[in-house]
């Protein structure tokens, strides 16, 4: 899931973003981004050509849009439009307009449909076992360098672009919670590129505004470097990776008939990040479904192969959607999921809410029939417990106590001092009971009706009409300033939860936040 700012600010930012996808967010600012360009070049501010950015526009899109469906016919799989979409705005900004008027440059009109073309077909045959291993949009122009026929120049990359450019990378960075993977790429790019230019006579203000506003830095690391389905799982080894391509974005060399170029740089990241995750696809039967709650219901579903994951992380399911299931809510197929079932198990379960009204997603979780088959298409996330044997407290708000089954079920109150503290409306929305009475972890449950809780929980009192706060959890757990925080539910419940867990003298905070799905 994600990790939350938690200022008013970030509340309402979140709220705003949680109503689209992130594939549909940079979406809508690549086509902003595009828009913009148009105005500017009406302006005299870019000088391709306004009938030749149309033409270089609808080239992108159209071929991009039209070989992915093509190409997903052919390999009998479901097509994901907006992700095609996304790959043509970018060979749009990855590419110059090809001149019109003093005659058309055929080498470089077929260039750049080559790379549309390229881009799409690298989803598939560059892929392992259903999953693309690199950037589609990054393959298909370095392959195009290759060629010939063209070679990208990053033309977003100019000074003019920055008014909507900057806001719009840290849009998505913002969404993507990857700030401080961008900033780790960032200052490793701009430092090399600043000390070259500083040697080369600039003085430190132009070193430093050169890479920022007329090289390809801000772009990269907003569109292409932290694309989800291309990064490795961790956060660390996120980290690693910004740095590893930053330095191979930034420092020139040339081997062969190959020299440095971002596309190359972003490749080989690709490479690392597919050596580290999940390799390849993953493909679920689902099993079946019972009701765990009068508002949740669990899912059960059985992999090809072993899914490889951490205890506490997320699985991106792509759910079907048909007529049969009503109007879609906008916010695409994929969805993100916390798992709740231990590594290794057999069978891999989700836990979700799914209270009337439901959105769509839960619709096409709720319409599937035994024998189903649906794919995942990436697992990750840091909500982990710490190796180091430190004690820990969980703090769960409703349908937030799933990823600490997948914990509690590794065996984590067995190796350390674990207590779990579980929010809910009522004694009758306690989800998975069993479970965790078995988990030999102290449960204490705050219920907002008064009602008592099962036996082996410690009655927390009720939540009454206010939310907890600090002294009323430093009450609950004393030593909570020795323990690691964890806590998870939808975001409000996990910002008031953070704020109280501080002002209790938690030292270490780690959140999760289910946005709605």
Known sequence: ??????????????TALGRFTMYRQVLWVLAVLAGYSLLLNVLGWLTFGLPEMIAHLALCLGLTYAS???????FHVRPHTESSLITGLLLYFLF???????????PD??????????ASASKYALAWRGRHIFNPAAAGAFITGLTGFNIATWWAATPAMLWLLVPGVLLVLYRLRKLLMAAVFTVVAVSIVATELLQGGFGPGEALWQPLAQR??????GFMLTEPLTLPPRRWQQLALAAVVGLLFAVPYNVGFVANSPELALLVGNLLAFAAGQRGGIRLRFEGSRALTPTTTEFSFRPAR????????YMELHLPHGRALGRADGKGRRRVFSLTSAPGAGLVT??????EPVSSAKRSLLALAPGDELTATTVGGDFVLPRAQAPVLLIAAGIGITPFLAQLAAGAARDRD??????ARSAAELAYAEQLERSGARVLARLADGSAPPSFMQDAGAAGPGRLDGAALKELVPDIAGREVFISGSPASVRSLRSAARSAGARRVRLDSFAGY
Do not use: E
Not at 109 to 118: I, N, P
């Open 109 to 118: 009109l077929a260039g750049v449909a080559l790379a549309c073309v390229l």
């Open 96 to 106: 110059w307009p090809t001149q019109l008027a003093a005659g058309v440059q055929w």
């Open 350 to 355: 989700i836990g979700v809410g799914t209270v």
């Open 68 to 74: 992915n469906r093509a190409l997903a016919a052919l």
């Open 418 to 423: 674990v207590v779990l503290l579980y929010l």
């Open 306 to 313: 072993p899914v490889r994951f951490s205890a506490g992380q």
């Open 216 to 221: 390809q830095v801000l772009f990269f690391v």
């Open 1 to 14: 899931m994600t990790t939350l700012v938690s200022t008013p600010i970030g509340s309402r930012l979140d």
